[in-house]
């Protein structure tokens, strides 16, 4: 089984900065993706962004510059810095995991979500 622990969400006025993390555990063998969603009231969840095992990375438009991917092999662990938030940020943070497990083959994973509020 593959657990995911998120860290880091929280309240911040606009134009200021907060990093989410997300490490993996459990029975991995390896990690192919990983990403960051976010779903805010009322509307669907989006792909924020995401980066694979080579380190290649894709963002929404939306915060293409404002808003860095990273992952730390080593630690099974995917980052999120988001810089010049805006009240439009605001939502509950999803992070992604898909790889393949040592027990049950490949598996999608998802945690347990982290809220960011940016007040304006």
């Known amino acids: 089984q593959v657990r995911l622990v998120e860290s880091g969400g929280g309240l911040v006025q606009a134009g200021g900065s907060l990093r989410l993390s997300c490490a993996a555990s459990?029975?991995?063998?390896?990690?192919?993706?990983m990403g960051w969603y976010r779903q805010a009231p009322g509307k669907q969840r989006e792909l924020v962004a995401g980066i694979i095992s080579g380190g290649s990375t894709n963002y929404a438009d939306s915060v293409k510059g404002r808003f860095t991917i990273s992952r730390d092999n080593a630690k099974n662990t995917v980052y999120l810095q988001m810089n010049s938030l805006k009240p439009e940020d605001t939502a509950v943070y999803y992070c992604?995991?898909?790889?393949?497990?040592?027990?049950?083959?490949?598996?999608?994973?998802w945690g347990q979500g982290t809220q960011v509020t940016v007040s304006s």
């Open positions: 459990g029975t991995i063998f390896t990690i192919r993706a």
């Open positions: 992604n995991v898909e790889g393949l497990s040592t027990t049950r083959g490949w598996f999608n994973s």
